[in-house]
């Protein structure tokens, strides 16, 4: 989970400034031979594949912080998030894919680099082959289950994390739900909330805030890390040589790369990477064939469906994109994307009435709502009284529904009513502009597609 710092590492690199800084930032990384001995690799294909690791170390973690943020308790110095970012040929595009740490993994033979004892091939959790192998056998691990060569290694932990989140002045982040995990000590409200180095680190540690547990965990990790390019990408870092050496060292202060990632690699990445932005990246997570895959001696694992997964690596061994590209040329205004919501439209009863003057403009939301999604009645009718406001009126038993339907309805003001039932009530008023589109993820389920970095940050949202 700490590893979405270290995107930044790529992504903050896109400043125009000079050799000498990036060799000095470069002396700072501290080096791992992750590649040591590695024979029979798959094929290179296009473009560049990274394998970003998080640790839990905290070493530079002051005791203040610990307390503050539930940051005790003595590290496992160990993995249990893994991300691959590929970076396109033409490096315009990076698209991250989530390895989830559950997933059922079998370890190539390999040799304990302190005992030299030989260990069989088996079967583990993929995040236990940090622990049986280290950087080596990690990955080894996910190219065998890949077939990508794996051209870097980058590990990040705790104090990387915090430390770049704070000089970049804070990420923000939007949530339709609240947000509340007593182990993290996460705690937010819906709507908008701009977080510190710590506060960030609790969002993306989070694994209790529903029984969504490592999945739910991902695309709040997925989301954050969009929202961090988005604000390297806006805030003028990437434009300013100090700030970017100051934001750089922060992240660079606790990551360890291999041996090959260094002053020349930033620099031509910098150079190539100048226009990124959100909507440059992909997010997706490798498809999930069998939830709670049980393996004796492991327990529940995470089996990937090998037919999806195969497709979505050979997309990017051939250097594909995951989305559809945007239009070349774009209607007037800016079109939003789908606003995720975590209720099935088709699963909400909407009965909307006419709260204006404005002769069928109940049967217009009924039809907008509809081609959302939502099950309408069909049957609009005239409120009794004039509003200046849309308002949804609902039973507070279904207020997730009535969130959801408030995403479809901007600046619609949510009204409980005790009793009224699973029907949800939508007074169209006279600030009603238009439905936006949704859609609906299942928190249960990992994510079916790749979005767009720009579709899961606040404006996309």
């Not at 950087?135 to 590990?155: A, C, F, G, N, W």
């Not at 996460?186 to 680190?201: E, F, K, M």
């Not at 498809?287 to 995470?302: D, E, H, R």
């Not at 699973?422 to 979005?451: I, M, N, S, Y």
Request: with cysteine; aromatic share 4%; glycine share 8%.
């Amino acid at each position: 989970m700490r590893a979405v710092s270290t995107l930044s590492v790529v992504v903050l690199a896109s400043a125009g400034i000079g050799h000498a800084v990036i060799s000095s930032l470069d002396a700072g990384i501290a080096r791992v031979d992750a590649f040591k001995d590695m024979k029979n690799r798959p094929q290179a294909g296009h473009g560049m594949n990274i394998l970003l690791v998080g640790t839990d170390g905290r070493d530079k973690i002051t005791e203040q912080e610990r307390r503050r943020y539930r940051l005790g308790g003595a590290p496992c110095h160990c993995t249990d998030t893994m991300m691959i970012v590929h970076v396109s040929e033409n490096r315009d595009r990076a698209t991250v894919v989530s390895l989830p740490r559950d997933s059922y993994a079998e370890v190539p033979a390999s040799t304990d680099p302190a005992t030299r004892r030989q260990h069989p091939a088996h079967p583990i959790r993929l995040n236990a082959a940090y622990s049986e192998g280290g950087p080596q056998l990690t990955v080894r691990t996910v190219e065998s289950m890949t077939h990508l060569k794996i051209d870097h290694y980058l590990e990040v932990d705790f104090t990387s994390f915090m430390r770049t989140v704070d000089v970049l002045g804070g990420v923000s982040v939007c949530t339709t739900t609240p947000l509340k995990d007593s182990y993290s000590g996460l705690d937010l409200s819906p709507g908008r909330h701009t977080l510190n180095g710590g506060q960030a680190l609790q969002y993306v540690r989070a694994r209790h805030v529903d029984a969504t547990s490592d999945l739910g965990r991902m695309r709040r990790q997925q989301r954050f890390l969009a929202a961090l390019i988005e604000r390297a990408t806006s805030s003028g870092v990437l434009l300013n040589p100090m700030r970017f050496r100051d934001v750089t060292r922060a992240v660079l202060g606790s990551v360890r790369a291999d041996e090959g990632f260094g002053t020349d690699e930033l620099l031509d990445l910098g150079r190539a990477m100048r226009d990124f932005s959100p909507s440059s990246s992909e997010f997706t997570t490798v498809p999930i064939g069998q939830m709670n895959y049980a393996v004796k001696g492991i327990g529940s694992t995470l089996k990937w469906d090998q037919a999806k997964a195969s497709r979505l690596f050979a997309a990017l061994r051939d250097d594909k994109p995951l989305t559809a590209p945007p239009p070349a040329h774009p209607p007037q205004g800016r079109a939003q994307p789908p606003a995720p919501v975590e209720v099935d439209p088709r699963q909400i009863q909407v009965q909307v009435a006419n709260g204006t003057a404005t002769m069928g403009l109940a049967k217009r939301v009924d039809a907008a709502l509809a081609a959302a999604g939502f099950a309408t009645t069909r049957q609009p009718v005239t409120a009794p009284a004039h509003v200046p406001h849309t308002v949804i009126s609902y039973d507070p038993r279904w207020d997730r529904s009535a969130r959801a339907l408030a995403t479809a309805l901007p600046g619609a003001q949510l009204r409980a009513v005790p009793g009224q039932g699973p029907l949800l009530k939508v007074t169209a008023g006279a600030d009603f502009k238009d439905v936006r589109k949704v859609r609906f993820e299942d928190p249960a389920q990992p994510q079916q597609a790749a979005v767009r970095g720009n579709e899961v940050t606040c404006a996309g949202a």
